[in-house]
């Protein structure tokens, strides 16, 4: 029931020369879309959810997030070189999430 909420986001900005590819890209919900884009969330390597502690510290709230934590993505592209590409993943860990 998601399918319209979907939005393709990028893991890297294209405003932090972050390139205009699809392993530089996440199909997320609209509202993760928006915590990942903020830093409360990422996407480890190896394709696990992780979210921010500050989110609850930020804002008092999350809890509807927390059980994504440590959740591998269920979906992925069935060609490697479609998928996330690592060094963006590691990229968006050390630049953008709020660990």
């Known amino acids: 029931h998601s399918l319209p909420a979907l939005e393709a986001?990028?893991?890297?900005?294209?405003?932090?020369?972050?390139?205009?590819a699809v392993d530089n890209g996440l199909l997320l919900r609209?509202?993760?879309?928006?915590l990942f884009d903020h830093g409360y969330i990422t996407i480890?390597?190896?394709?696990?959810?992780?979210?921010s502690r500050r989110l609850k510290e930020d804002f008092e709230n999350?809890?509807?997030?927390?059980?994504?934590?440590?959740?591998r993505l269920d979906h992925l592209p069935e060609q490697v070189v479609d998928r996330p590409h690592n060094?963006?993943?590691?990229w968006h860990n050390e630049n953008i999430f709020k660990g």
């Open 62 to 71: 999350g809890r509807s997030y927390y059980p994504f934590n440590g959740r």
């Open 30 to 34: 609209s509202d993760i879309h928006r």
């Open 9 to 20: 986001a990028h893991i890297k900005p294209f405003t932090e020369d972050g390139p205009h």
């Open 44 to 51: 480890t390597p190896e394709y696990r959810v992780e979210v």
């Open 87 to 90: 060094d963006l993943l590691v």
